[in-house]
Nanobody, 128 residues
């Protein structure tokens, strides 16, 4: 069973940068997997932000392309989301998730329903 823990959230003015981290248990040493960042605003669905798989294939939501970068340090078992040029609409609780056996080749960003294991979330607030 995977365990995930997010950190790095906080407040930032519009235009600034934040980097989120997600510590993942040894689960990611499986042969194939995907890790992803999602975000959610109260009353809205949890939306995909970015994903990376065991082949280092990445996918991004259109509204973060060019601003956010997802990366994985396998040695540290840590997933990152480097967010730049932040906008007030990026304000949300950010969650990391992992799913074994899921890869990103020939497909779009996975939905939240495709992930089994989740962290508890970290809040990001961007002021205008």
């Amino acid at each position: 069973q995977a365990q995930l823990r997010e950190s790095g959230g906080g407040s930032a003015p519009s235009g600034e940068s934040l980097t989120l981290s997600c510590e993942v248990s040894t689960y990611i040493r499986s042969s194939s997997y995907s890790l992803a960042w999602f975000r959610q605003v109260p009353g809205n669905k949890r939306e995909g932000v970015a994903a990376i798989d065991s082949d280092d294939t990445t996918r991004y939501a259109d509204n973060v392309k060019g601003r956010f970068t997802i990366s994985l340090d396998v040695a540290k078992s840590t997933l990152y989301l480097h967010m730049t040029t932040l906008k007030p609409e990026d304000t949300a609780t950010y969650y990391c998730a992992v799913e074994r056996g899921l890869t990103l080749e020939f497909r779009d960003l996975p939905s939240a329903a495709e992930f089994t294991y989740w962290g508890l979330g970290t809040q990001v607030t961007v002021s205008s």
